[in-house]
């Protein structure tokens, strides 16, 4: 292939979308849930990993003694949304692990039980999520 047909190639190419299953798809839950379970347990991975690594480089200073005066500092509204930001990811990924237990046993399989199972786990995440945050 010469040079000149390498380069109109090359412009064409550019001009393509990257991902066009994103601009002729319409959003599901099946999916939008999929990539919000995989960025949760990242999330949650990178938390327990990163505060397992600070207390191993510094144990005095990421002990619980100094996080609850740490903690208890703190302004009631951060409090509030340090619990919030914690508490949506774990109870998510803990409810949309238990579907995917389920879906493993055969059950909801079918797209109406997706979707019913699918709800429930949005709902029961709202509902234990501010569980989490008021009362805990």
Request: net charge positive; with cysteine; glycine share 6%.
């Amino acid at each position: 292939m010469s040079s000149k047909s390498m380069e109109i190639l090359n412009k064409q190419r550019l001009l393509r979308p990257s991902s066009p299953h994103f601009t002729i798809y319409q959003p599901q839950l099946t999916w939008i849930a999929s990539i919000f379970n995989r960025a949760t347990g990242v999330a949650l991975s990178a938390l327990l990993y990163g505060f397992s690594l600070a207390y191993l480089a510094a144990p005095t200073t990421f002990d619980s003694a100094h996080i609850i005066e740490v903690v208890a500092g703190l302004p009631d509204a951060v409090k509030y949304a340090g619990k919030f930001v914690l508490a949506l990811p774990f109870a998510f990924h803990s409810l949309n692990g238990v579907r995917h237990l389920a879906w493993d046993m055969g059950k909801f399989m079918t797209v109406k039980g997706c979707y019913i199972s699918g709800y429930a786990v949005l709902g029961a995440t709202a509902v234990s999520t501010l569980a989490m945050v008021f009362y805990v």
